[in-house]
T-cell receptor, first 115, second 112 residues
């Protein structure tokens, strides 16, 4: 089955720890995105990538880092510099990075909680 | 940052009625619009995309686009309790890299 797989589904982080959220897609999509969702709020863009070894900061990139070493993988690291990381993290992908008329599909999400 | 506005709701409708969800956007250059459904605790699921002015129908769902008024809507006919969810409007920001900007969503409650 083609799709986007995020892991883990739930993640608990201690203060001062870095944690990495996994996102893998087998749709052969060019573009990949990370969004953050807080209760009662819309999705806010953290980072996005159009091709391997290239990625751009979104609207709330501070305290996060990403890599895109393979087309199918776009992991997100939440660093200790992110002061309020508790949120629902969503990974998405689109077939083309430069076409408007391309639908985005989401993984199942990772719920991160600071303990 | 371009803006996408939605009424947070909740919008309450009885089973079998038509639910009307609305979205306005600020970027006049936007050409592509998407509606997602999100159940509580789950990820967004694409319902419809619309690229041209007018109506686009898919089963019980109809998306309506009016670029002159910068307005896009979603109609759900014969609403079912299973339609109870938050509906997110997404607008493609027409820059070099096509980014999606999301509204905060409208919560829909369909009562039996």
């Amino acid at each position: 089955d083609g799709g986007i797989t995020q892991s883990p589904k739930y993640l608990f982080r201690k203060e001062g720890q870095n944690v990495t959220l996994s996102c893998e897609q087998n749709l052969n999509h060019d573009a990949m995105y990370w969004y953050r969702q807080d209760p009662g709020q819309g999705l806010r863009l953290i980072y996005y990538s159009q091709i391997v070894n290239d990625f751009q900061k979104g609207d709330i990139a501070e305290g996060y880092s990403v890599s895109r070493e393979k087309k199918e993988s776009f992991p997100l690291t939440v660093t200790s510099a992110q002061k309020n990381p508790t949120a629902f993290y969503l990974c998405a992908s689109r077939l083309f990075w430069d076409s408007q008329n391309t639908e985005a599909f989401f993984g199942q999400g990772t719920r991160l909680t600071v303990v | 940052q371009k803006e996408v506005e939605q009424n947070s709701g909740p919008l309450s409708v009885p089973e079998g009625a038509i639910a009307s969800l609305n979205c306005t956007y600020s970027d006049r250059g936007s050409q592509s619009f998407f509606w997602y459904r999100q159940y509580s605790g789950k990820s967004p699921e694409l319902i419809m995309s619309i690229y041209s002015n007018g109506d686009k129908e898919d089963g019980r769902f109809t998306a309506q686009l009016n670029k002159a008024s910068q307005y896009v809507s979603l109609l759900i006919r014969d609403s079912q309790p299973s339609d109870s969810a938050t509906y997110l409007c997404a607008v493609n920001e027409n820059t070099g890299f096509q980014k999606l900007v999301f509204g905060t969503g409208t919560r829909l409650l369909v009562s039996p």
